[in-house]
Every structure is written in structure tokens, then in C-alpha cells.
């Protein structure tokens, strides 16, 4: 198999939403920011081919559906949809994936199973040869949300999962359509947001969305339950650092993989890389 980190669109997003808490003394020494005090936002997805025999997206970013206005506020200055230019560079296209795995369904996660804004047409989903997985308990989040998170989803993509009959839902551990592939969930983003992990690679999706947000206390304002995930994000950092993975970012707007170090009680990023593309 191959395991091969894609761009996907990519946003300019307020950079104390980003941060949360954290006063802009602090961190305006990690990132640049432009005039309207936006910074750069990645949308990375993590491709695997050949994985026993099957195609697996993890995430889509958050593509071109935004009609001009959206577009033009949550800063997407790309006019294509970059994630299927992407997979055109590796010989692929959207119809050749099997299975599109979502972390959760913010529309800078999901809006890129939507196919590009054209003035006076509907949307359309994309993948159509594919399995969208999604745990439950996010979905009903994400057909049912807080009036506090409701602008973070997609009515009409959420109706197309559902009517397309390829939605599946995923509760535990491990799921029998894609053996090798482990799952773990959190609540502090947002409830039941599913955490892939294949071979070395843990997907770490808004829990840690880059390497800035790697020192514990550092949560985004988007967060619904920021103590729970400083909690959530303790363990995750603990546990798969023992086991030596890679942690996946999908929004650095430098970084795709890093492996973390623990000094003095304080985690920070080492062996990173910009672009994974690694055959196995
Ligand atoms: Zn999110």
C-alpha cells in the first residue's frame, strides 16, 4: 500500500478563533496573520492505496461547494476543487475510492464530498463507487446540532449521505469493512468525533489540528467542551506516543506528520514531515 497525504482546499480563518484562550501575545509567535487578522488553514486528507485491496480517504477538506460570498468569508481563494486535482497527480480519481472515512462532518472536513460551486446548480456528492463512514453518535450531532455549532454542517450534504444508502456508521474499535484500520472517538470538538489509525498514522482530525495545538492547554474556540478535550487530548498524545505513531494534521499549514517528544511535562513535535508519501 501507499500512504500519501493530499491538499485539499485550503481557508484563511481568524486566528484567535484558532487559539481559543490563548492571548494573541502568545500566539502570534507561532503563526503570521494577515491584515483582517486571518491565518492560512490547511485541509489535508491522508490517502491509503492498495490497503488489502481497497482505496481509503480520510477526509475530503473543505472543497469549492461554498457559493462566492461563503467562499469569500471563510477565505477558500482557490476556484477548483483541489482535493480531485490531487488525486488526478496520483492517477486516481474520486471514483476510484472505496471507502471516504470522516472524522466528523464540519463542512472543512466534509465540504469536499460536495462537488465545486456552479452558479444555479444543485451539488452533488461526489465518490460514488465509495462507503462514508461516520460514527454515530457525531452523525446525530451533525443532523441535530446545538444553535452554538450549527454553521459548522451542511443540511444538504448530510440529506445526500443519507439518501446515497453508502452511509455507515462505525461505534467500535474496529469496523469488519476495513480490518487494519482502528478507531477511536472523542467528545471535546465535537461528539464522537472518530480518530483513524493505520499503520503508524493516527488521524487526529480538530483534537490536535496542528502543531501548535500540541501543547496541551492550546484549544480553539470552536471547541464545545475545551476542558474535556484537554483531557481527551492528554491521553491520545500518551498513548500513541508510547507506541512511537505519526500524528496526521490536517490543518498545519506547514506540516503533515510529526512524531511528539515529552520534556519537562511539556509535548513538542519531532521528525516532521510536509509531505508523507511512502510506499509500505
Ligand atoms: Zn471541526
Same mark, same amino acid.
Given at each position: 500500500m501507499k500512504l500519501i497525504s493530499l491538499q485539499g482546499n485550503s481557508q484563511m480563518l481568524d486566528a484567535g478563533a484558532m487559539f481559543g484562550n490563548a492571548p494573541k501575545a502568545l500566539w502570534s509567535r507561532w503563526v503570521e496573520t494577515d491584515e483582517l487578522n486571518r491565518m492560512s488553514i490547511a485541509c489535508r486528507c491522508l490517502l491509503a492505496t492498495d490497503f488489502n485491496g481497497k482505496n481509503i480517504l480520510f477526509e475530503t477538506g473543505i472543497g469549492a461547494f461554498f457559493e462566492p460570498k461563503l467562499k469569500q468569508r471563510f477565505g477558500v481563494n482557490e476556484p477548483n476543487h483541489v482535493l480531485l486535482d490531487s488525486l488526478k497527480q496520483h492517477g486516481?480519481? @474520486?471514483?476510484? =475510492?472505496d471507502f471516504v472515512v470522516l472524522s466528523h462532518l464540519h463542512f472543512d472536513h466534509a465540504g469536499g464530498l460536495l462537488s465545486a460551486y456552479e452558479d444555479g446548480k444543485e451539488p452533488e456528492l461526489l465518490f460514488p463507487n465509495a462507503k462514508y463512514l461516520v460514527s454515530e453518535k457525531h452523525w446525530q450531532r451533525a443532523v441535530k446540532p446545538h444553535p452554538r455549532d450549527? $454553521?459548522?454542517? =451542511?443540511p444538504k450534504l448530510n440529506a445526500l449521505l443519507e439518501q446515497s444508502g453508502r452511509l455507515v456508521f462505525v461505534n467500535d474499535s474496529s469496523c469488519d469493512l476495513l480490518p487494519g484500520v482502528t478507531f477511536e472517538f472523542t467528545d471535546?470538538?465535537? +461528539?464522537?468525533m472518530m480518530h483513524s489509525t493505520i499503520a503508524d498514522v493516527v488521524f487526529c482530525a480538530d483534537l490536535i +489540528?496542528?502543531? $501548535?495545538? =500540541? @501543547?496541551?492547554?492550546i484549544s480553539m474556540g470552536?471547541?464545545?467542551f475545551p476542558e474535556l478535550l484537554i483531557d481527551e487530548k492528554t491521553n491520545f498524545l500518551n498513548e500513541h506516543s508510547q507506541l512511537n505513531h505519526r500524528f496526521f494534521f490536517t @490543518?498545519?499549514?506547514? =506540516?503533515s506528520v510529526a512524531k511528539t517528544v515529552l520534556n519537562e511535562g511539556r509535548f513538542s513535535t519531532t521528525d516532521e514531515q510536509k509531505i508523507l508519501l511512502e510506499e509500505r
Open positions: 486516481m480519481t @474520486h471514483q476510484d =475510492i450549527r $454553521a459548522s454542517f =451542511i471535546g470538538h465535537t +461528539p464522537g +489540528p496542528g502543531k $501548535a495545538w =500540541i @501543547h496541551v492547554p470552536y471547541d464545545r @490543518h498545519d499549514p506547514e =506540516i
